[in-house]
């Protein structure tokens, strides 16, 4: 395993673990700042924004950067948020400071797939993108049920005070792994034409769809979880983040199955397990009253939802070979752009009457729809013969 791609895990590893914890300590930010859990929700859907709008653009204006520069900056700032969050005197100063670190969030992982990518031959390159998104993964396994375990033993702002000492972790990992003679920017640039030219390859848009609608599968619940498990389900407070261990276990397993597939038959695989994942919303939605039956759906929804990823993020890194920076940033945007979606139509199912058990409904039709969006997408260039771009050098 190249060392660079270490540090990218770890990297990964903060920035999912800064993204994911606020699910597990919603509820104690609320109280805190004065709002209710569904306002609360807005600091998901912030923060999705900021990596939707903000990474790619920033990712246009600093492509003249060494990439190990950038990635370093990158985790300062990172850092420097995480110390913010947790001085946070209100909802406004929290929402703005966690929006500054989701645009550092969009730009990193755009430019990470891309380094990521250029470390490996061809044939594993499924396999790398599985790594660094093996990071976002343990994040949910150990950092998010850590941070809210913190949470409720030290209240929340304990957890944005774990997670600076994390970010100076990543830092010293960039530092460390990152030489810059494997990471240094682009020696032939694309220029913005050449960018935006690759985004309208059917491959690339549709895949951005499928990540779009894969969201809102997974975050209409995972944004309200805690309160679903607590409310719904009967759990305690104390039991929420055991569960979300195991989702994450079933993350880190579902992204390898994923890379793997990705190398063999990408797209038969996906368009299957979108249809699996339908399936097992339909089961979330009839067990969420049973705590037992709703646990093992949530580790086997967490394991099929990272196996969707993997595949889709290949798909479009492939087809974007020879003009990558704006599509790759493109890949956490339509990701986040999905997360802010979806939490912002949670939060109107709430704000509607609908209880939290309804949350899954939504994702059984969004699956669905993604998987005839991947079927068309397959026979299509099946039957025009496309082939792949060769990476520019």
């Excluded at 646990?295 to 003009?323: K, Y």
Aim: aromatic share 8%.
């Amino acid at each position: 395993m190249p060392l660079p791609l270490i540090a990218l895990f770890v990297a990964a590893f903060a920035f999912g673990t800064t993204e994911f914890v606020i699910a597990g300590i919603l509820p104690q930010v609320a109280e805190g700042l004065g709002v209710s859990v569904p306002a609360a929700g807005y600091l998901v859907t912030g923060y999705a924004l900021g990596i939707a709008i903000g990474g790619p653009l920033a990712t246009l204006a600093t492509t003249g950067m060494s990439r190990r520069t950038l990635l370093i900056s990158l985790a300062l700032v990172f850092t420097a948020g995480q110390v913010a969050c947790a001085l946070a005197p209100g909802f406004a100063s929290m929402l703005s400071i966690r929006v500054a670190v989701a645009v550092a969030h969009g730009v990193f992982f755009g430019v990470a797939m891309v380094v990521a990518v250029g470390l490996v031959g061809e044939e594993k390159r499924g396999m790398a993108v599985a790594f660094v998104l093996a990071g976002l993964t343990v994040s949910n396994i150990v950092g998010v049920p850590a941070g809210a375990a913190i949470g409720n033993l030290f209240g929340w702002r304990a957890t944005f005070w774990a997670m600076f000492a994390l970010g100076i972790v990543a830092t010293a990992a960039m530092i460390a792994l990152l030489p810059p003679s494997r990471s240094g920017a682009a020696a032939a640039p694309a220029g913005l034409a050449g960018e935006v030219r690759v985004l309208g390859r059917q491959q690339v848009w549709t895949s951005l769809i499928l990540m779009l609608l894969l969201m809102i599968g997974q975050f209409v619940p995972y944004t309200y979880i805690a309160p679903l498990l607590q409310d719904v389900t009967g759990l305690s407070a104390a039991t929420v983040p055991w569960v979300l261990l195991l989702n994450g276990i079933g993350a880190t397993l579902g992204v390898f199955v994923g890379g793997r597939l990705a190398g063999w038959r990408l797209m038969p695989s996906l368009i299957a397990l979108l249809v699996a994942q339908s399936a097992v919303l339909v089961a979330m939605y009839l067990s969420s009253e049973n705590p037992l039956p709703m646990v093992a759906i949530i580790v086997l929804w967490g394991a099929i939802n990272f196996s969707i990823g993997t595949p889709i993020q290949t798909r479009i890194l492939t087809w974007t070979a020879d003009a990558p920076d704006l599509a790759s940033s493109l890949i956490p945007s339509g990701f986040n752009l999905g997360i802010a979606l979806a939490a912002s139509i949670g939060a109107a199912l709430l704000e509607a009457g609908f209880g939290y058990r309804s949350l899954p409904v939504l994702g059984i039709f969004a699956m669905l729809v993604a998987a005839c969006v991947a079927a068309l997408s397959h026979v299509h260039e099946r039957r025009s013969g496309e082939r792949p771009p060769l990476p520019r050098g």
